[in-house]
């Protein structure tokens, strides 16, 4: 027996899994060239039409306004979400954080996370990531990946985590100072047109901008990689254990602390050491390089496992950036702090600043690890590549801080 086709294909509602593989039929293929004229007499605006088109028209499931997953029998939540190709080497790259539910700040204050109904809409997603081109109908985009995603256990502590802490901004009153930088991976992500009106809130009389739960862009960069890397153009993790790089903190320390205060612990045993003695205490050999101090501050972060700390599950997921900082005598930062480079093509194809590479840098979080110049102290130490000892300003670990 050969492949079935579209037309002949069913799937079951109540498995995910068979919600999954069905979904095999719109890769490479776009509504319209699928479904014909249909796709484009029942055209929707809005990137949630496009979805509400893929569950009514592609699955033949009928929409519903309940709370739960679109899927409920199976609790699975249907996504579909833009990528932009870049032109000068066709990669893919994530459009946009992943929009999960709209925030009721009332509803908020008073419901716990295993209550909410989000996590009934993003504990088990069928993502389908289709190429975003302007100007192209909804109906028209073509989809690339399809992949099956269930958050790990780990990764829904800290979700659970990020809930909670912009739960209690809203609990004392300050829903108005939200930011995406409080949070790891879950973000609370502006909503709406320009001039609607702010919200109320509860426990404050200073209304709110309209915010919606949201996966950042470094989480769906991360689930990205996973059907990119595959080779294929389909992925799943559903009942499988994840695969990582390597973890900072594991699910047990996360059970009993927060993620931050893990990290922030590891650093209090080097306060007021100098490079030469935290490479003492790390069991490394002191060495003269310009990210000496980054190294050692990876090291410290990540229980001597990797110096490259952006290598770190928890920071690929959260797009943390660590940074660290010497100061001048004075108390102001020695050197100026850099980024990464401009992609000019970016800035030309993108004029949606919160959807822009640089909004997301600077709404992400930092750990900066600050170290301060001891006066009337220098440190000798080798340098490999001129075979020659080079003697400096000796620098103490004084602050580290998210």
């Known amino acids: 027996m050969g492949e079935i086709s579209f037309k002949e294909a069913v799937f079951d509602a109540n498995d995910p899994h068979s919600i999954y593989d069905y979904s095999r039929f719109i890769i490479g293929q776009s509504l319209h060239s699928l479904l014909g004229n249909v796709a484009v007499e029942q055209k929707r605006k809005g990137k949630g039409g496009l979805g509400q088109m893929v569950e009514e028209l592609f699955f033949n499931y009928k929409i519903n306004s309940n709370r739960e997953a679109d899927f409920g029998e199976a609790k699975v939540e249907l996504k579909c979400t833009p990528l932009l190709k870049s032109k000068s080497d066709d990669s893919f790259r994530i459009k946009e954080r992943l929009v999960c539910t709209m925030i009721d700040y009332y509803e908020l204050a008073d419901t716990k996370f295993e209550d909410s109904h989000l996590l009934a809409k993003c504990q088990l997603m069928l993502l389908l990531f289709y190429l975003h081109i302007s100007g192209t109908p909804v109906y028209d985009y073509e989809f690339l990946f399809r992949i099956l995603w269930q958050i790990p256990e780990k990764d829904l502590i800290l979700i659970k985590n990020d809930y909670e802490t912009i739960a209690n901004r809203v609990r004392k009153g300050e829903a108005h100072l939200i930011s995406e930088g409080d949070t790891m991976y879950l973000g609370a992500c502006s909503k709406g047109q320009k001039g609607d009106s702010p919200q109320r809130q509860p426990f404050s009389n200073i209304r709110a901008n309209k915010r919606a739960f949201c996966l950042k862009p470094a989480y769906m960069r991360y689930i990205l990689q996973h059907v990119i890397g595959s080779g294929n153009s389909y992925f799943t993790n559903y009942q499988t254990a994840e695969k990582s790089n390597y973890e900072l903190v594991s699910t047990?320390?996360?059970?009993?602390?927060?993620?931050?205060?893990?990290?922030?612990?590891?650093?209090?045993?080097?306060?007021?050491?100098?490079?030469?003695?935290?490479?003492?205490?790390?069991?490394?050999?002191?060495?003269?390089?310009?990210?000496?101090?980054?190294?050692?501050?990876?090291?410290?972060?990540?229980?001597?496992?990797?110096?490259?700390?952006?290598?770190?599950?928890?920071?690929?997921?959260?797009?943390?950036?660590?940074?660290?900082?010497?100061?001048?005598?004075?108390?102001?930062?020695k050197e100026a702090m850099s980024f990464k480079n401009i992609d000019y093509q970016e800035v030309f194809d993108n004029d949606n600043w919160l959807e822009s590479e640089a909004y997301e840098i600077f709404t992400n979080r930092f750990l900066f690890v600050i170290f301060k110049p001891k006066q009337g102290e220098t440190v000798t130490v080798y340098n490999n590549k001129t075979r020659r000892n080079v003697t400096e300003q000796s620098y103490v670990l004084d602050h580290v801080f998210f």
């Open 252 to 333: 047990l320390e996360l059970k009993n602390s927060s993620f931050e205060n893990i990290i922030i612990n590891r650093f209090s045993k080097f306060y007021g050491l100098n490079y030469l003695e935290i490479c003492t205490k790390l069991g490394i050999t002191p060495y003269q390089a310009k990210n000496k101090y980054a190294d050692i501050s990876g090291l410290i972060a990540s229980n001597s496992k990797c110096k490259r700390i952006s290598d770190a599950d928890e920071f690929v997921k959260s797009g943390i950036a660590l940074k660290t900082i010497r100061l001048r005598k004075n108390g102001m930062p």
